[in-house]
């Protein structure tokens, strides 16, 4: 019998670590002080629509740029809010990584995030070789020069976006995240789901666990019948501490805001 799954999608952020770590935390206070330095708001007003943003439209980025007219280079967005973070509070995890190199499909990290923050948060876990590819934010949004539309999950026009770019089949498709938005999205899209966590069952979503490590107990048919002498594209890319994003798909314009 073969494994339902022949892809992962894992969200990166408060997934492949827990949130106990402070990273959630410190990256709010960013967004607030971006707000009040760069934009002059008040430290309430700041803090309140950085919440409101993020529930409408998946970031305080988008919001700004999209809803409120606020011509704000990405680049320079993510060097603050990132780029003031304390990376070394996330630890390696070799029990991760042990887990992530057992599993024998296609791996790729489906995040929201930039692909810098991303890299650095990959390497701090000792992960950074686990994967096929990454997908983050300037996969999603590769025109941000010709429109003011930002594209992140929850949106499924995200998921539809990287659901091309990998070339994954979503009902073989395993979608791990922690946001419940992001899950119903993808569930939406036909993709298997796994809410990240929670433990017991979730209406959102096909599973629930409350840390990535709880994988083998409960979803243990992503290990049916692994691959025999089969490479995988990791092996077929012969990598070594590099991380993969294929350029097939990157050209894909977003969808214009509406």
Same mark, same amino acid.
């Given at each position: 019998?073969?494994?339902?799954?022949?892809?992962?999608?894992?969200?990166?952020?408060?997934?492949?670590?827990?949130?106990?770590?402070?990273?959630?935390?410190?990256?709010?206070?960013?967004?607030?002080?971006?707000?009040?330095?760069?934009?002059?708001?008040?430290?309430?007003?700041?803090?309140?629509?950085?919440?409101?943003?993020?529930?409408?439209?998946?970031?305080?980025?988008?919001?700004?740029?999209?809803?409120?007219?606020?011509?704000?280079?990405?680049?320079?967005?993510?060097?603050?809010?990132?780029?003031?973070?304390?990376?070394?509070?996330?630890?390696?995890?070799?029990?991760?990584?042990?887990?992530?190199?057992?599993?024998?499909?296609?791996?790729?990290?489906?995040?929201?995030? @930039?692909? +810098?923050?991303?890299?650095?948060?990959? #390497?701090? $876990? %000792?992960?950074?070789? /686990?994967?096929?590819?990454?997908?983050?934010?300037?996969?999603?949004?590769?025109?941000?020069?010709?429109?003011?539309?930002?594209?992140?999950?929850?949106?499924?026009?995200?998921?539809?976006?990287?659901?091309?770019?990998?070339?994954?089949?979503?009902?073989?498709?395993?979608?791990?995240? @922690?946001? +419940?938005?992001?899950?119903?999205?993808? #569930?939406? $899209? %036909?993709?298997?789901? /796994?809410?990240?966590?929670?433990?017991?069952?979730?209406?959102?979503?096909?599973?629930?666990?409350?840390?990535?490590?709880?994988?083998?107990?409960?979803?243990?048919?992503?290990?049916?019948?692994?691959?025999?002498?089969?490479?995988?594209?990791?092996?077929?890319?012969?990598?070594?501490? @590099?991380?993969?994003?294929?350029?097939?798909?990157?050209?894909?314009?977003?969808?214009?805001?509406?």
């Amino acid at each position: 019998m073969d494994s339902p799954f022949n892809c992962l999608l894992f969200d990166l952020d408060d997934t492949l670590y827990p949130s106990s770590t402070g990273i959630a935390q410190g990256i709010k206070k960013n967004i607030d002080d971006f707000l009040i330095e760069k934009c002059g708001m008040s430290a309430t007003k700041a803090s309140n629509l950085r919440v409101e943003l993020f529930k409408t439209y998946g970031s305080t980025l988008a919001g700004l740029r999209q809803a409120l007219g606020y011509d704000i280079d990405a680049d320079d967005y993510h060097g603050f809010v990132h780029g003031r973070l304390s990376y070394d509070v996330i630890k390696p995890d070799p029990q991760l990584r042990s887990l992530l190199r057992s599993i024998t499909q296609r791996k790729i990290i489906f995040t929201n995030s @930039d692909r +810098v923050h991303a890299v650095k948060v990959m #390497k701090r $876990l %000792g992960i950074e070789d /686990c994967f096929d590819q990454i997908i983050c934010f300037q996969t999603l949004n590769p025109n941000l020069s010709e429109s003011k539309c930002v594209v992140l999950k929850p949106s499924t026009d995200a998921i539809k976006i990287a659901l091309h770019v990998a070339r994954v089949d979503p009902p073989r498709t395993l979608f791990l995240d @922690d946001n +419940v938005q992001n899950i119903s999205a993808g #569930k939406t $899209l %036909g993709l298997w789901t /796994c809410l990240v966590g929670k433990s017991g069952e979730a209406k959102e979503a096909d599973y629930a666990i409350e840390e990535v490590k709880n994988l083998g107990d409960v979803i243990p048919e992503i290990w049916v019948n692994k691959q025999d002498g089969g490479e995988s594209e990791l092996d077929q890319f012969n990598i070594s501490g @590099d991380l993969i994003e294929k350029d097939v798909g990157l050209a894909l314009t977003a969808p214009l805001c509406t």
